[in-house]
């Protein structure tokens, strides 16, 4: 088949590359228009364009998806198939254009979590087994028809970035069984029951600030689903500092309020209370310094029992 691939995010690479490595024609590639991001406002190029550049695969960058003149060029292809991975929503007068319709691989067991955090929020929600689906693509948002999925266990300690690049293999996996699925005239559309349907919307940095109150395993999940973006953080003596790794703590001890350092020891670590129960902070990092152990930086900032984590300021 003759298809167009669409995407911007790194998710969307193993994809990209089965596609090419298929029998099938990927005739070109539609991504995002180039940023200018940094103190330098240097140029930056979407993931998948600088793969498709490599590949010398030719490029749409459309700023507006109803551009008369992008919809032209894409009907000029006669595409069979649009394939849609980490992208933006399509107008109904893009994703009608293929004879064979628009897929779009999502990575969460649809119905649960439509939306642009997926991989995110199924971690912050606890989740002990996620996966990847394909769907046909209609007007609302990751609401169509599927087609296949497949489910996959969560590691107790996988965070949302180690997640993201085992779903995006797993997901090329059942793209590709989709992709031949739909040449062979074979793909089922099983409508999908809104009745079960969760939400997944997109992460603020201010969502990742640490709320001690809750519980332990909570706020383990919650930091486990914000790293490595937009990233867990909590304030100490007026400075943010991010938290990359927490640990259970199982040993008894006095509880303390919720962010009360209770203990500090070369065996058990960094311990902080929490509403219920207690988190070891293993791995923290203060603005503008790098990573370090939750040792190092008792050491490094003078952490003593009876200190508190948390307050009211913003990360900006």
């Known amino acids: 088949m003759k298809i167009i691939f669409m995407g911007?995010?790194?998710f969307g690479l193993?994809?990209?590359?089965r596609l090419l490595e298929s029998s099938h024609t990927v005739q070109a590639v539609v991504t995002g228009p180039d940023r200018r991001k940094g103190r330098g406002l240097k140029v930056v190029h979407s993931p998948v364009k600088a793969f498709a550049?490599?590949?010398?695969?030719?490029?749409?960058?459309?700023?507006?998806?109803?551009?008369?003149?992008?919809?032209?060029?894409?009907?000029?292809?006669?595409?069979?198939?649009?394939?849609?991975?980490?992208?933006?929503i399509l107008p109904r007068e893009v994703f009608e254009i293929p004879v064979q319709g628009t897929i779009n691989l999502h990575a969460s067991l649809l119905p649960k979590y439509r939306g642009a955090a997926p991989i995110q929020w199924a971690l912050i929600r606890g989740e002990k087994r996620t996966g990847v689906t394909t769907f046909f693509i209609d007007e609302r948002i990751d609401t169509g028809n599927l087609i296949l999925q497949k489910e996959m266990g969560i590691d107790?300690?996988?965070?949302?970035?180690?997640?993201h690049d085992k779903l995006a293999l797993l997901g090329a996996e059942v793209l590709m069984e989709t992709v031949?699925?739909?040449?062979?005239?074979?793909?089922?559309?099983?409508?999908?029951d809104d009745g079960q349907a969760t939400t997944a919307p997109k992460l603020k940095k201010?969502?990742?600030?640490?709320?001690?109150?809750?519980?332990?395993?909570?706020i383990k999940n919650h930091v486990r689903g914000m790293n490595p973006f937009p990233g867990a953080f909590t304030e100490w003596k007026g400075r943010i500092v991010k938290v990359h790794r927490t640990q259970l703590a199982t040993e008894s001890m006095e509880r303390g309020v919720p962010g009360e350092v209770v203990r500090i020891d070369s065996r058990a670590g960094l311990i902080v209370s929490t509403g219920e129960g207690a988190l070891s902070l293993a791995e923290l990092q203060p603005e503008g310094k790098r990573r370090m152990s939750g040792l190092e930086f008792v050491r490094g900032y003078r952490v003593k029992e009876g200190d508190v984590f948390g307050s009211n300021r913003s990360l900006t």
């Open 180 to 192: 031949e699925l739909i040449g062979l005239g074979r793909a089922v559309r099983k409508p999908q």
């Open 206 to 218: 201010e969502e990742g600030r640490i709320d001690w109150s809750k519980k332990a395993i909570d």
């Open 53 to 88: 550049e490599e590949k010398h695969i030719p490029i749409l960058q459309p700023e507006r998806l109803h551009n008369a003149e992008f919809v032209s060029t894409l009907k000029e292809y006669h595409p069979d198939l649009f394939v849609v991975v980490a992208f933006r």
């Open 14 to 17: 193993p994809s990209l590359e």
């Open 8 to 10: 911007t995010a790194e």
């Open 156 to 163: 107790e300690n996988e965070t949302a970035g180690q997640l």
